[in-house]
């Protein structure tokens, strides 16, 4: 499996933005479509955004409504997670996950379909 390490939460007010990343190492990066889910105190982990293994294709939850964008670098085995407009209600852990797929462009939306997630790191958005 890949090993995931994610960075770049913190403590913003509602209007801000943060950059999260997720550093990928252990296998080829490029066999995995990537994806950003989070979880809030009391909910099920929910689908932010989804890049496929090769970039180009992407996807985001309806919540998102333009404000987030994904993206990765394969030179750096790294994903990325442009979060602008944040609101309160994005206060979460964001969590980034690894899909085995065979498929070049395919973006993995069900998170039972991952199969190495990282340890999270928390967003929290004040009001």
């Known amino acids: 499996q890949v090993q995931l390490v994610e960075s770049g939460g913190g403590f913003v007010q509602a209007g801000g933005s943060l950059r999260l990343s997720c550093a990928a190492s252990?296998?080829?990066?490029?066999?995995?479509?990537m994806g950003w889910f989070r979880q809030a105190p009391g909910l099920e982990r929910e689908f932010v955004a989804g890049?496929?293994?090769?970039?180009?294709?992407?996807t985001y939850g309806d919540f998102v409504e333009g404000r987030f964008s994904i993206s990765r670098d394969n030179t750096k085995n790294t994903v990325y997670l442009q979060m602008n407009s944040l609101k309160p209600e994005d206060t979460a852990v964001y969590y980034c996950?690894?899909?085995?797929?065979?498929?070049?462009?395919?973006?993995?939306?069900?998170?039972?379909?991952?199969?190495?997630w990282g340890q999270g790191t928390q967003v929290t958005v004040s009001s």
């Open positions: 252990g296998r080829t990066f490029t066999r995995y479509a």
């Open positions: 890049i496929a293994r090769i970039g180009g294709r992407t």
């Open positions: 996950g690894a899909a085995d797929v065979s498929q070049l462009f395919l973006v993995v939306t069900p998170e039972r379909d991952y199969d190495s």
